[in-house]
């Protein structure tokens, strides 16, 4: 069974700073592409960012609003996505998702519990 | 970017009944990129359908994917109670959602 833990979450002043975790099992990691969703309160999904495998060059692809202020990393030898977040808004405010890019075209074949990150003063 | 448009924004159905859920793409969209979502309240969303057509494991065979180009189409033959639940369209970035009530 494929699980994803997120964890990290919390309440951050704006221009802040957060780093998300998200431990996988039950796939091969080192061939996962990972994505993280996030879901504002009471609103739909948004694609957050990408990381592909070390074997596709560890690329990273991130979502307009997020990009230049959000890095994704990933360590395989902890089964590890990484969520970087900085210059945080009161926008950033969501619950995020780690993904498992099951294909390579954006389809999300497993998600996480979520963790929920509050940005506020 | 492509910007996903889903209609209508709420259908309420009984049980039983056929329920026919629309995404609409602004260009065209491979079929490899559309899948569809399930999100109960307080849950995470779930895969129901990958490259337009397929079926996740485990989803149930009432639940079908069909179209291409920049229309796509969600159909879910015989509603039951516990398909009541927000329906996500997504090439990259999501669709703003459908939700399907039961009355």
């Known amino acids: 069974e494929v699980q994803l833990v997120e964890s990290g979450g919390g309440l951050v002043k704006p221009g802040g700073s957060l780093r998300l975790s998200c431990v996988v099992s039950?796939?091969?990691?080192?061939?996962?592409?990972m994505s993280w969703v996030r879901q504002a309160p009471g609103k739909g999904l948004e694609w957050v960012g990408r990381?592909?495998?070390?074997?596709?060059?560890?690329?990273?692809d991130y979502a307009a609003p997020v990009k230049g202020r959000f890095t994704i990393s990933r360590d395989d030898s902890k089964n590890t996505v990484y969520l970087q977040m900085n210059s945080l808004k009161t926008e950033d405010a969501a619950v995020y998702y780690c993904?498992?890019?099951?294909?390579?075209?954006?389809?999300?074949?497993?998600w996480g519990q979520g963790t929920l990150v509050t940005v506020s003063s | 970017e492509i910007v996903l448009t889903q209609s209508p924004g709420t259908v309420s159905l009984s049980p039983g009944e056929r329920a026919t859920l629309s995404c609409r793409a602004t260009?065209?969209?491979?079929?490899?990129?559309l899948a569809w979502y399930q999100q109960k309240p307080g849950q995470a969303p779930r895969l129901l359908i990958y490259a337009a057509s397929n079926r996740a494991t485990g989803i149930p065979d009432r639940f079908s994917g069909s179209g291409s180009g920049t229309d796509f189409t969600l159909t879910i033959s015989r509603l039951e109670p516990e398909d009541s639940a927000m329906y996500y369209c997504q090439q990259q970035m999501f669709g703003q959602g459908t939700k399907v009530e039961i009355k």
């Open positions: 993904t498992h890019d099951g294909n390579g075209y954006y389809n999300f074949y497993s």
């Open positions: 039950g796939l091969n990691f080192n061939d996962a592409w």
């Open positions: 990381i592909k495998s070390k074997g596709s060059g560890e690329t990273t």
């Open positions: 260009q065209s969209v491979s079929s490899n990129y």
